[in-house]
């Protein structure tokens, strides 16, 4: 028998305490994993790669009470040694090893340099290799600012009065219509896996006012794409007695802002590995849809194809446009067409082709999409049947409104694009742990 | 054209400033839903719902510029009125009304009584109508301490150097083996939802060497129990470099300890509205499988069927063991027998017949399982081999391996359990928004 109290003080230093000056010259333990190991002769680098960052130790033939030939690269290890001040180091010191422990060995050489500072490798090797490509130090850091974003914006929305739910990924009804779900045998009843936390987060406005949730949505399209993924993690919030769907804009902006000094804050390391240029986000211009086509069509002599749809290509020219126009990174494209919408969409009373929506780009790629819902029972009945839709698979749902909702908005951040936008990356998958698409389902 | 540039401050009194003493007499503005309506004749109560708690507001005829019969319970409102101290009302200010604008009026009355203090409704009819049940106090105030819980979590590993990592829910192959699978057509390919991240975070301790996650996992099992569900949150992480896995049991009782801290601090309104009793978390007894089913049938009078499992029943009376003979809430019983835990689990040295793992008993209910993980190449092929079980799909997995993993273990948690069990909750359904069992997959 015995007790558990509580977190045991880790016998080994961070990178934080190696850096205390008081430690220099001490006797230290580190442990870590062999990222790099440089053999000299008579001297080696062993670089260590932990959680933290980099550690250089420096073996030397005599001092250390080891044979440098036990180790290899990707060992892990415990080092013990006397640590001193280099300029040269990552951290600006380095251990003199006196002792390696092992804590484990691989049994293969690496398929890939990851020790190198850019992995010169193409995605699809990185990809299929993803447990071992992200140990490369660039890779990783991608995942850590990812995590930045994601931590910010449940911050920000604790602080905002937005509770946290959970809600089915397995369903009987998608939230957009049949199409594009996928499909599964639930003890020997159809069901879905929800393409969306769409329509448990309104129902759950009329419960806690405001809600959010971060978790995985899943669409069957057959898009193959370097934007689109058939599994992905949504940032949703929803919000309930807003005026119009400004609100809802203002409260993405608020976030935006919160993460971009969340990010500066405690994620500076990951930026500079990075080379991250943050976008500006104190004021993000708001343009209607309609005129957006018009403007970059006259500005960039494009015509315009089809009123009612924005092409990839147009979405690029309007990054392009607010950047040009507004110093913008970002754009909110407001009053989307009816016809482009779900059913669920509030229309603009002022002109029912349009609905009170928006999307947001960054850097010319749609990160957002959200806007106003219908709150009224009659007004959501009417538009289903405009559809051709029936209440099947919608009781529940259509029950909440008939007891009562307050006007309400809200939207959905794909998180995997928003950290390639901020990123500069050229592909979603970048910056997607392990990516599901048409042709990849492992690993 | 318009700038966003930043959250907009509402406009309307939250329930912490109605309480803020220089707003005593001043005409105040409060949005919310109408809870309860009581009228009285000349004079009615109003009860508001906010997603911070009620706001009782007093209607007077000849004073309220308002026709009462033009609200009723449901619908959602903006009230103006004056703020006036009342020792009855909640908070202990109420608002007389001057005058009342409807936001949104529903359809029918409410199918439950939900202004009562407690539901005196079956589970089943709460969860038919899960969206309108929820509006009760009592019901909202679950899945706020809930929020506090993940919420804990979160903050705690953050703070542990734990990084956050999303993974993919659509696979080729589940974490434990076969059995218990939820298939889908995946383009045209086999496909199973996960039911654990377990393989992902392992691969993913070799990256970042300690990750944890928080999000849906799937399990087709054919229970149909009071502790049972097909689709639940599993709180998870794993850490590498560790000792044995008592670390891995230090680092969950830390997180409780940080997570009852957190309860306390903010969410005590709900805790108070519950009547919850927290449980005692500055020490957790851990006692080893056979010795707990030993002891558990030496004082109950219990014959002990199989030693190589733990039957429900023995659970609880390890919990009421444990609550007798040490105090504690929460009792870790460790070294399970090898035969009843995954391929990946790490064999004792001393006993190959059993683990180095554990599970978490709170209240007498498993609500962890963890344990150190084999991080040896040879010893997974090795176990494997034992098992009967074929490398396929476990491929990029084995790799990690294969190219060095540090020493690991870790853990996952049932979020769903862990709060019913704080609340003491005799079914998890009434822990879970939306839940998915043999027989529920609306709503």
Chains 1, 2 share one sequence.
Not at 148 to 153: E, I, N, P, S, W
Not at 215 to 229: C, D, Y
Not at 352 to 362: A, I, K, M, Q, V
Request: hydrophobic residues 35%; contains cysteine; glycine residues 8%.
């Amino acid at each position: 028998m015995e007790f558990l109290t509580g977190v045991k003080e880790e016998q080994t230093l961070s990178l934080a305490q190696l850096k205390e000056p008081e430690r220099l010259g001490q006797t230290v333990q580190v442990q870590g994993a062999v990222h790099a190991l440089r053999d000299m002769g008579n001297v080696a680098f062993v670089v260590l790669r932990r959680r933290d960052g980099l550690v250089q130790c420096v073996y030397e033939e005599g001092v250390t009470k080891f044979n440098l030939k036990d180790i290899r690269e990707a060992a892990t290890v415990e080092v013990t040694g006397k640590l001193e001040a280099s300029e040269k180091a990552p951290g600006g010191v380095e251990i003199r090893l006196l002792d390696v422990r092992v804590l484990s060995m691989p049994e293969a050489p690496l398929p890939l340099a990851i020790s190198k500072w850019k992995l010169n490798t193409s995605l699809e090797a990185r990809l299929n290799y993803r447990s071992i490509s992200l140990r490369n130090i660039r890779e990783r850091a991608k995942f850590k600012v990812q995590e930045g974003l994601v931590r910010g914006f449940r911050e920000f929305l604790y602080q905002q009065g937005f509770t946290e739910i959970h809600t089915p990924k397995i369903g009987a009804k998608g939230a957009e219509g049949g199409s594009n779900l996928f499909r599964l045998d639930y003890f020997h009843r159809p069901a879905v896996l929800e393409q969306s936390p769409q329509l448990y987060k309104q129902m759950m406005v009329g419960v806690f006012d405001r809600v959010f949730e971060t978790g995985p949505v899943f669409r069957a399209e057959k898009h193959n794409t370097k934007r689109h993924l058939n599994e992905y993690t949504s940032l949703d919030f929803e919000m309930g007695y807003i005026e119009g769907f400004e609100d809802v804009m203002a409260m993405e902006t608020g976030f935006l802002q919160y993460a971009i000094e969340l990010l500066k804050k405690d994620y500076a390391k990951e930026l500079s590995i990075l080379d991250v240029s943050l976008p500006e986000v104190s004021r993000i211009p708001a343009i209607r849809f309609d005129e957006a086509k018009e403007k970059v069509a006259e500005k960039y002599q494009r015509k315009i194809r089809n009123p009612f749809d924005l092409e990839p290509e147009e979405e690029q020219l309007i990054g392009r446009y607010a950047k040009e126009e507004w110093g913008a990174d970002f754009v909110f494209v407001t009053h989307y067409p009816s016809k482009k919408r779900p059913f669920y969409a509030m229309d603009d009373p002022e002109d029912e082709r349009y609905t009170l929506s928006f999307d947001l780009l960054f850097r010319g790629l749609e990160v957002t999409t959200g806007g106003q819902r219908i709150h009224d029972y009659q007004m959501l009945l009417e538009k289903l049947e405009k559809r051709g839709m029936t209440e099947e698979g919608l009781e529940t749902y259509l029950d909440t409104f008939k007891h009562g909702m307050p006007p309400h908005g809200g939207l959905g951040i794909g998180m995997e694009r928003l950290t390639m936008q901020l990123l500069g990356e050229e592909n979603v998958r970048e910056t997607t742990l392990f990516p599901r698409d048409l042709s990849r389902l492992v690993p």
